[in-house]
């Protein structure tokens, strides 16, 4: 079978499922084709909350240090293609159509999954784009993930440990946090983010087994107005996100880290213009003003937790207009964000588990099955409008509802 255009090929790749695929099986399936994925100075970055943020931060310093990286990000923000970037570009389409062409029977005859067949095609890209970094984010857990088949990672970041795919990952932070610990390698080095005491030992006790040096970030201070200072030296966000310190934070110091076995020297002029305008979309991305529209991806209770925390700055009427997966622990959520606005209105997208709104018809919570509609009537009304939830949700809103 040979794809035409692109669409026919997306649309066929966004369905291939393996229920019963295993990490030794793609682990397998890799070799047979020479692990390209070991070809790469890899940067893997593994955590509850921050991943995507904080590998597109330190993408950012990195290229402004004159390096073409690559970065492999999920779940998609528009299309599936801005899942696999080089420098901040999506794959093209032609890149897209000639590797699953190339590749296809390739993929049928191993029975990969859309996942899996991302990240072949990632390492097919990266190669003909000659990339100099591979920032690839973990897709779930750490130990067990497609991603973790490369055996010659550089760095490891850890970025946050919280409570998320508790079906998956364990039922307490140190069960959790050994799982992401799986991506550490023996002799490499490893970057954590603010971590428990508990889950510090977890990774304390992996990088001794591995004999793999730990750094962790220390203390930045927030200055206030999207200003905070890391290290003694003053940095400005685009972001009203308090948390966007805390990932900015980890770029800065996971560059550190790799100026020190990487040919680069760092331009401190250009790490402040790279963390000035980074931007990464729907972490708490402010997309209007006047009112402040707000879109934030927050989808388990640790992300919610930090979004709340950034609400609570705003000044004048808020509104929240939420929707979740029924996988999440979407009403611990629900209760959390109805706390911290004026409104909370409950909505749906077109999605699979989404969360019943009928569930919520008593509920004392706004309800609307329709967000654009939702949208409408509360940037009228309130200073602050925030839409926040599944990341799929986040994907839906951008896509259909013009903020200019």
């Not at 943020?53 to 779940?75: A, I, N």
């Not at 959390?336 to 209105?345: I, K, P, Q, R, S």
Request: glycine content about 6%; charged content about 25%.
């Amino acid at each position: 079978m040979m794809f035409t255009n692109i669409d026919d090929a997306i649309s066929w790749i966004i369905e291939q499922r393996n229920d019963e695929s295993t990490f030794e099986h793609f682990k397998y399936v890799c070799e047979k084709l020479n692990n390209p994925q070991n070809n790469f100075y890899m940067i893997h970055v593994a955590g509850t909350d921050g991943k995507g943020s904080t590998v597109t931060f330190l993408r950012d310093l990195l290229m402004k240090q004159g390096l073409k990286v690559g970065t492999l990000q999920s779940p998609h923000y528009l299309i599936h293609q801005d899942r696999i970037r080089v420098n901040g570009q999506n794959i093209t389409d032609e890149a897209f159509l000639r590797i699953m062409n190339d590749y296809y029977d390739f993929f049928i005859e191993n029975k990969l999954s859309m996942f899996e067949m991302d990240y072949l095609i990632m390492c097919e890209y990266f190669k003909q784009c000659q990339i100099d970094i591979a920032i690839v984010e973990v897709g779930l857990g750490g130990r067990l993930d497609s991603t973790n088949v490369v055996d010659n990672t550089k760095l490891s970041i850890i970025t946050t440990i919280g409570f998320d795919h508790m079906d998956r990952l364990g039922d307490t932070l140190q069960k959790i946090c050994f799982e992401k610990c799986g991506i550490i390698k023996d002799n490499s080095k490893v970057l954590i983010g603010k971590l428990n005491d508990e889950c510090i030992e977890v990774v304390e006790n992996v990088c001794n087994d591995k004999n793999a040096k730990l750094y962790s970030l220390g203390q930045y201070t927030d200055l206030g107005e999207r200003k905070f200072a890391y290290q003694g030296k003053e940095y400005t966000l685009t972001s009203y996100a308090k948390y966007q310190m805390h990932n900015a934070s980890l770029a800065i110091k996971a560059l550190e880290i790799i100026k020190d076995d990487y040919p680069i020297v760092v331009d401190e002029n250009k790490v402040y213009e790279a963390i000035s305008n980074t931007i990464w979309p729907c972490r708490f991305e402010l997309v209007k003003e006047k009112p402040r529209v707000i879109l934030d991806g927050a989808h388990n209770i640790h992300g919610v937790e930090a979004l709340c925390e950034s609400v609570d700055n705003l000044k004048g009427s808020k509104c929240i207009i939420f929707s979740a997966l029924k996988r999440k622990e979407y009403q611990k959520m629900i209760e959390m964000l109805a706390a911290h606005c004026d409104e909370l209105v409950l909505t749906t997208f077109n999605f699979y588990g989404v969360i019943d709104l009928k569930d919520y018809k008593d509920s004392g919570y706004s309800i609307n099955d329709d967000f654009i509609d939702a949208i409408d009537k509360a940037i009228v009304k309130y200073d602050n409008v925030i839409i926040c939830g599944s990341l799929y949700f986040m994907s839906d809103v951008v896509a259909n509802y013009k903020f200019c």
